[in-house]
């Protein structure tokens, strides 16, 4: 039997895995994309996208089928995911015979298997075959109070240069990072991005909490603003707080749901000279001694940018709507 680390965020689930992503036929699929995608010009495939109780929301269709699928783009899953239902009645390639024991920041365990999730396309364009996991993901549906078939992880994103416009709700996915750089505004900022181990998730070094360093990640599966983990609060001089007095609440992810109170945050500062004051800060019970990141940024604070994501050049981009 294999494990795989299941990782619970706010409203949906994030899943690691041990072996390598895969990304099939990858120079055949970028000739076919600059011959054929529909785009704002001839560098660019524009995708509008559904935002719902603060979750970006993809059509995509797998397997040849016509079924338009509903999934969650997520720069905080490694690697994909796919619902196990789904992945049956669509006719996937389930490994039933490798059931993992699932463990992550949650208090159940959940079956999962890994899955082959083929011919993926968004639009008219044909992303080819890559590799995921499968498992039940109504937990994530309920929370959400509609259908999702999938979460669009690291092992999509992973050869990637995309926008998200928030306000116009588009994803923009450029094939160059010169074609990129020229569409991006003179005040755009620029942060380098880093990964800790397997983590494949994007962390900022650069920023800080009160004049602290903190560690997140810029999270595009998290509903929420800016959270901190309960254990790192030390860290960032923030331990003195009294968390039996704040308002509680939970996250809920398909390994179940952990608890979160909230409070005010002083001061937020980016790149040691953009301050960001006056936030709601999520503490949450989720532990990760073991890793480098904090806590994370979602998109309840992204919304208020243009975010590009530039996993060629491991870098972030903000600019302002």
Same mark, same amino acid.
């Given at each position: 039997m294999s494990k795989y680390i299941v990782i619970m965020n706010q409203n949906k689930s994030q899943a690691i895995n041990r072996y390598n992503c895969?990304?099939?036929?990858?120079?055949?699929?970028?000739?076919?994309?600059?011959?054929?995608?529909?785009?704002?010009? #001839? #560098?660019?495939q524009l995708v509008p996208f559904k935002y719902e109780k603060n979750q970006i929301i993809v059509e995509t269709k797998?397997?040849?089928?016509?079924?338009? @699928?509903?999934?969650?783009?997520?720069?905080?899953?490694?690697?994909?995911?796919?619902?196990l239902k789904t992945a049956e009645?669509?006719?996937?390639? %389930?490994? *039933?015979?490798?059931?993992?024991s699932a463990s992550g920041r949650g208090n159940s365990n959940a079956k999962v298997y890994p899955v082959s999730i083929n011919q993926l396309m968004?639009?008219?364009? #044909? &992303?080819?075959?890559?590799?995921? @996991?499968? +498992?039940?993901?109504?937990?994530?549906?309920?929370?959400?109070?509609? *259908?999702?078939?999938?979460?669009?992880g690291y092992c999509f994103l992973k050869n990637k240069i995309f926008r998200i416009d &928030?306000? *116009?709700?588009?994803?923009?996915?450029?094939?160059?990072?010169?074609n990129l750089e020229n569409s991006l505004s003179d005040k755009a900022k620029k942060l380098k991005f880093i990964t800790d181990g397997e983590d494949m998730i994007p962390l %900022?070094?650069?920023? $800080? %909490?009160?004049g602290h360093q903190f560690i997140a990640s810029f999270d595009t599966g998290s509903s929420l603003g800016v959270q901190i983990y309960e254990h790192r609060l030390a860290d960032v001089k923030l331990d003195t707080i009294n968390l039996?007095?704040?308002?509680?609440?939970? @996250? &809920?992810?398909?390994?179940? *749901?952990?608890?979160?109170?909230?409070?005010?945050?002083n001061k937020l500062?980016?790149? $040691?000279?953009?301050?960001?004051?006056?936030?709601?800060?999520?503490?949450?019970?989720?532990?990760?001694?073991?890793?480098?990141?904090?806590?994370?940024?979602?998109?309840?604070? @992204?919304?208020? +940018?243009?975010?590009? +994501?530039? +996993?060629?050049?491991?870098?972030?981009?903000?600019e302002n709507n």
């Open positions: 895969k990304f099939l036929g990858i120079g055949l699929l970028f000739i076919i994309w600059a011959l054929s995608c529909k785009a704002q010009n #001839n #560098n660019a797998l397997n040849g089928k016509d079924q338009t @699928l509903y999934m969650l783009l997520d720069t905080g899953v490694d690697p994909s995911v796919i619902d009645d669509i006719g996937l390639n %389930i490994q *039933k015979d490798d059931e993992g968004i639009q008219d364009q #044909n &992303y080819g075959d890559i590799e995921g @996991l499968t +498992f039940d993901m109504s937990r994530i549906e309920k929370k959400l109070g509609r *259908k999702i078939h999938g979460i669009l &928030y306000a *116009k709700k588009t994803i923009e996915f450029f094939n160059t990072i010169d %900022i070094e650069d920023l $800080s %909490i009160n039996d007095k704040l308002k509680k609440s939970q @996250l &809920y992810g398909a390994q179940g *749901k952990k608890k979160t109170v909230i409070t005010s945050l500062t980016l790149d $040691s000279n953009i301050v960001f004051k006056n936030l709601t800060l999520t503490i949450s019970s989720i532990k990760n001694k073991e890793q480098l990141r904090m806590g994370n940024i979602g998109n309840k604070f @992204l919304e208020n +940018f243009r975010v590009t +994501f530039d +996993f060629v050049d491991r870098a972030i981009i903000l």
